[in-house]
């Protein structure tokens, strides 16, 4: 079953780190990914540039309004995601616990489905 690993930060936390702080943390999802492709389960990742450089977007009764972040309501923002496949829940909870970015941020795992569905 596919899974979403979603990396929820503290927004202001990249503002607070070292430049060399910051590599280093990269440094460590990129090992985290590659080990989750040699296991087999990686579909995808990537980071996310903050919130501050983001939109959001919606349409009502036609029309459409975009919002440029920062969104002050959101004391976090996600900063990054993982795609993987595994059989169960527990064993993307299992791997979301192996992720760098919980030490730092709060790893959200979601199961991959349709909406109509639930």
Request: proline share 4%.
């Amino acid at each position: 079953m596919p899974y979403a690993l979603l990396i929820h930060e503290p927004r202001d936390r990249r503002g607070r780190r070292t430049r060399e702080q910051g590599i280093a943390e990269y440094d460590s999802m990129l090992r985290f990914g590659a080990t989750l492709t040699a296991r087999g389960i990686h579909r995808g990742s990537d980071a996310l540039m903050p919130d501050a450089q983001g939109a959001r977007v919606s349409r009502q009764d036609g029309r459409t309004t975009v919002v440029d972040g920062p969104f002050a309501e959101s004391k976090e923002m996600i900063g990054g995601f993982f795609l993987i496949d595994v059989a169960t829940r527990a064993e993307a909870i299992a791997i979301a616990a192996e992720c760098p970015a919980a030490a730092w941020a709060t790893v959200e795992v979601r199961e991959i489905g349709t909406c109509h569905d639930q």
